[in-house]
């Protein structure tokens, strides 16, 4: 497909051995490369990378909404669509309830995010997480606990159904 623009034409094509689109723009020389849309697991390498990063460079015992506003703009930052203080709807009954719940984080419309600065998690932390997963009829979450001396010890995946 070739379109005319002030600067040069723009052409478009597939290269398959690296799953990218390419748009070459003739004239100044520019490649804009695009991603095609990633998988759950390939968003959840993101996101663990960018937690394991933060904690690094700022350790345990912040308030969970400094870690959240960091990851927040971390994960934009490395060019993902992040929603924040996410409120979702739910239905119950044949009614739509407007905020059943807010989810901390939600990356690329796939992932739940639910982010923790506390002593420990339970086991009602991992079940409000998956009931978030189900309603929202998402696959994949992660709970992060960033009081954890080593952040590998606060991460729980949890996924609903199978990816």
Same mark, same amino acid.
């Given at each position: 497909?070739d379109?005319d623009?002030s600067? $040069?034409?723009?052409?478009?094509?597939?290269?398959?051995?690296?799953? @990218?689109n390419i748009?070459?723009l003739? $004239?100044p020389?520019?490649?804009?490369?695009?991603e095609k849309?990633?998988?759950?697991n390939?968003?959840?390498?993101?996101?663990?990378?960018?937690?394991i990063n933060i904690?690094?460079?700022?350790?345990p015992g912040?308030?969970e909404s400094?870690?959240?506003?960091i @990851?927040y703009h971390s994960?934009?930052?490395r060019?993902l669509? &992040?929603?924040?203080? &996410?409120? &979702?709807?739910?239905?119950?009954d044949g009614?739509t309830?407007?905020e059943g719940?807010?989810?901390?984080?939600?990356v690329?419309?796939k992932?739940?995010?639910?982010l923790?600065?506390?002593e420990k998690?339970?086991? &009602?932390h991992?079940k409000?997480l @998956?009931?978030?997963?189900?309603?929202s009829? @998402?696959?994949l $979450?992660y709970?992060?606990?960033f009081?954890?001396?080593?952040?590998?010890? $606060?991460?729980?995946?949890?996924i609903n159904?199978?990816?």
């Amino acid at each position: 497909m070739d379109d005319d623009f002030s600067q $040069g034409t723009l052409r478009t094509r597939r290269k398959n051995e690296s799953n @990218l689109n390419i748009c070459e723009l003739s $004239g100044p020389r520019e490649k804009i490369k695009k991603e095609k849309s990633m998988t759950e697991n390939e968003i959840g390498t993101i996101i663990i990378d960018t937690s394991i990063n933060i904690h690094k460079e700022l350790g345990p015992g912040l308030f969970e909404s400094v870690y959240e506003t960091i @990851l927040y703009h971390s994960l934009i930052k490395r060019g993902l669509n &992040v929603e924040k203080q &996410v409120a &979702v709807p739910i239905q119950f009954d044949g009614i739509t309830f407007d905020e059943g719940f807010r989810a901390d984080l939600i990356v690329e419309n796939k992932v739940i995010i639910e982010l923790k600065s506390i002593e420990k998690i339970a086991n &009602v932390h991992k079940k409000q997480l @998956l009931t978030y997963l189900k309603l929202s009829k @998402l696959k994949l $979450g992660y709970l992060i606990n960033f009081n954890e001396e080593l952040l590998k010890n $606060g991460i729980t995946r949890i996924i609903n159904g199978k990816l």
